[in-house]
């Protein structure tokens, strides 16, 4: 620990309080370490509030190493992490691909991946066909090394940056939890994309128009005529 640092408690008591103080020190051009003598800040001790304030500051953000780049990367992600599931590599087939993440698409936790440089692009894209192009996310790339990068965004920005400006290295993805239909993403076009991805994922037309209708909190007729109209 550098000489002259400060030691400050921080734990669920106190948290809300102390994170405006915390940010205000780092904008004066102080550093602010998290630690603990158990578990792993922002994921089983407190630290998300402070890794989100940070973020929305505009201030840097980054992660010692830790036991795996699952955790690194949630704690960074400024993601919920009270609940979440890993999920490893997804399928390489397009198909397998989208059939798994149709099935994710109501996951409640925030979600986990690795995926390879040479099929992220493809992977962003079929998560955010298949989970909502807004769907909050993270792309970690090289974690605790000398070319970290975060990239934060919707589905959709993460899907056409990975493909204008490909990662390289070890990328872990982080997306957000699903957290119930919205009516203003219940759109013909939203509805129409959402069946003919679960039908190319080899679903029958019939069920995943309910599953879509399911999806989007409303009537299977108002899915059937947006397919009719797309059709």
Same mark, same amino acid.
């Given at each position: 620990?550098?000489?002259?640092?400060?030691? =400050?408690? $921080?734990?669920? &008591?106190?948290?809300?309080?102390?994170?405006?103080?915390?940010?205000?020190?780092? $904008?004066?051009?102080?550093?602010?370490?998290?630690?603990?003598? *158990?578990?792993?800040?922002?994921?089983?001790?407190?630290?998300? #509030?402070?890794?989100?304030?940070?973020?929305?500051?505009?201030?840097?953000?980054?992660?010692?190493? *830790?036991? !795996?780049?699952?955790?690194?990367?949630?704690?960074?992600?400024?993601?919920?992490?009270?609940?979440?599931?890993?999920? *490893?590599?997804?399928?390489?087939?397009?198909?397998?691909? #989208?059939?798994?993440? *149709?099935?994710? &698409?109501?996951?409640? %936790?925030?979600?986990?991946?690795?995926?390879?440089? %040479?099929?992220?692009?493809?992977?962003?894209?079929?998560? !955010?066909?298949?989970?909502?192009?807004?769907?909050?996310?993270?792309?970690?790339?090289?974690?605790?090394?000398?070319?970290?990068?975060?990239?934060?965004? =919707?589905?959709?920005?993460?899907?056409?940056?990975?493909?204008?400006?490909?990662? #390289?290295?070890?990328?872990?993805?982080?997306?957000?939890?699903?957290?119930?239909?919205?009516?203003?993403?219940? =759109?013909?076009?939203?509805?129409? &994309?959402?069946?003919?991805?679960?039908?190319?994922?080899?679903?029958? %037309?019939?069920?995943?128009?309910?599953?879509?209708? =399911?999806?989007?909190?409303?009537?299977?007729?108002?899915? $059937?005529?947006?397919?009719?109209?797309?059709?």
């Amino acid at each position: 620990m550098a000489t002259g640092a400060q030691v =400050t408690s $921080y734990f669920e &008591a106190n948290e809300a309080g102390r994170t405006e103080t915390l940010i205000e020190q780092l $904008y004066d051009g102080k550093r602010v370490a998290v630690i603990t003598d *158990g578990g792993m800040p922002s994921v089983s001790d407190p630290g998300f #509030r402070l890794v989100r304030a940070a973020i929305d500051a505009g201030i840097a953000v980054t992660c010692a190493p *830790g036991a !795996s780049a699952v955790t690194t990367a949630l704690a960074l992600s400024g993601m919920p992490c009270d609940r979440f599931c890993f999920e *490893g590599f997804a399928p390489r087939k397009d198909g397998e691909r #989208r059939r798994l993440f *149709g099935e994710l &698409a109501e996951e409640k %936790r925030t979600m986990v991946f690795f995926e390879s440089p %040479r099929r992220v692009a493809d992977t962003l894209q079929a998560m !955010s066909e298949t989970f909502g192009a807004d769907r909050p996310a993270a792309l970690c790339r090289e974690l605790t090394k000398t070319h970290e990068e975060i990239r934060r965004g =919707t589905l959709a920005e993460l899907a056409a940056g990975a493909e204008s400006d490909p990662p #390289r290295g070890e990328i872990t993805l982080v997306i957000s939890g699903w957290t119930g239909p919205d009516a203003s993403e219940a =759109t013909p076009e939203a509805m129409a &994309a959402a069946v003919a991805a679960l039908e190319e994922a080899g679903t029958d %037309r019939k069920t995943a128009m309910k599953e879509t209708a =399911t999806r989007f909190g409303v009537p299977k007729r108002v899915v $059937y005529d947006a397919v009719l109209k797309a059709d």
